[in-house]
């Protein structure tokens, strides 16, 4: 069958070992969903081999008996061998708790360990296999499924609403001397979590990296997570310690919340391990088709690997205009991308005018009243004084006293006619307070002497008409900073007023 493709298949594992590929089960259509059948047997006793080198398809038949746990299993390889645990059996609640090993040189399958009735039937767990103190170890870590026989202290159970079990559990499974253990745990460990990824950062070592998954927050139980936790593994404790953003470099790239994704670590001589991490579903049970990265996060992703490249001496700028290596290709692809990101808007900052409460615009508008009146002069006039003003222009205009009196609201005929005034007065009062707005409008005031005998003050004499020309210059822009810092007072007193209501 060599280089055919084979068929569609999810909720599987490609396991790689030197130059191969490995595929083994997963959600299939012609896949029974059933505990175990002669055609489910035949379908999972073939492997479909992928030589990366060559890329070519093959098939092969594998000898024992292949694991029940069909679906959504845990897989690691470690030298020739791929090890898969738990798994879904595709019916109902239906989960596996067995440890199968698949020699990919014999293409034998070898059972590890029996269905123990103290480890918790799962799915959608994670595992690693970690070199330490001279033994092998496969670490297993969180995961789905039944509900559990034993339930150990230091790991967290969640009870989901579809009859499902989420935990954090650990376990420790000894390959050479073939034993599980419960290690005990320290540190920030991950909360019960499924359909992560784990991977060892090193091909030599303890350590491991935890990405993503599905975990309950606040009652939602899919709501998915892009929490980095690193931890490292003795042969008795497994010690947790959780990366925030911006405990890294390059915090722009952090990945979004996500889950049933897939990962890979990368390792070289000029480079640090690096984690990269692929697809899954977010948080609205999307699928993670790739973020488009904005300019400015890209220039980051370029500068984090010119500053690697460089502590590693290599001898390579890919910043560097004049660098033959790049300065052709990379600069060319570099302005293609940037020009497609901006034409769509991705990294483009739109400015937009921020929209304003009814009570601040209202509040910034009678401040700036206020101290339009004050640098008028204005700032005595009330409601009375606008009334006398508007009688005055009726008695110009030659309203009669009846009609004025009925609109004004005066009672009194005397009263009324002390706002009988000349055109010429008034247009005098709005020339002074332009001039000399420290002066008050004084003509219509009266002053009780100290017999009580009221005296008119009289009106000061008055210069040409030059008020607009009292505008011009440096005293233009102290009125309006004055007026503009009412105004910002004004609005940080509404915003104060808001806080303590709703506080």
Known sequence: MSGKSFKKRAEHKGPVIGESLYLWAGNQVDLPKVHDSLQKKELTSRVDVYQLST??????LTRGTPPLGVMAYSC??????????????????????TLNVLNTIKMEWTSCSNAEQSLMKKSNAGMISLEFD?????????????T????????????LNNGRIRTNEQLL?????????????SGQCCPPTDAFIIEKITTTGNRGVMFGGAVTVNGDESTSTNSVYIFSVTHSIINWEILKPGAIPNEGLWPIERDAHASAIINGDSISPTLVVIGGRDKRDQLVNGERYPPSSIRSLLSGIGRELADNKVPFNILDGNDLHFQDDLNRTLDTINGELHCDGVGVTVKKAEVISKELEQSCWDALKRFVSLITGLSEYTNHSLRATAVSRMYNSGVPE?????KSGHRSLEALRLYERPEE????????????????????VKVKSED???????????????????????????????????????????????????G
């Not at 001279?134 to 039944?146: F, M, P, Q, R, T």
């Not at 202290?153 to 009870?159: A, K, T, V």
């Open 55 to 60: 890329a070519d398809w093959s098939s092969h």
């Open 148 to 159: 559990p026989t034993v339930y150990h202290p230091q790991f967290l159970y969640d009870q």
């Open 76 to 97: 690691t390889t470690s030298h020739s061998n791929i090890y898969y645990f738990g798994g879904w059996c595709g019916h109902d609640i239906c989960y596996h708790n």
């Open 173 to 185: 499974y000894n390959v050479s001397t073939g034993q599980f253990t419960v290690p005990s745990v």
């Open 134 to 146: 001279g033994a092998e170890y496969l670490v297993i870590i969180g995961g789905k499924g039944s």
């Open 452 to 502: 009580k005998t009221e005296e008119a003050v009289p009106l000061p004499q008055l210069p040409a008409f030059s008020g607009l020309n009292q505008f011009k210059g440096d005293d233009s822009n102290d009125i309006m900073s004055s007026v503009l810092e009412e105004m910002r007072q004004e609005q940080e007193r509404l915003i104060e007023e808001k806080q303590i209501i709703t």
């Open 425 to 444: 007065d008034l247009y005098k009062e709005a020339e002074q307070a332009i001039v000399d707005p420290d002066k008050k409008f004084l003509n219509d």
């Open 402 to 406: 009846k009609i004025i009196s009925d």
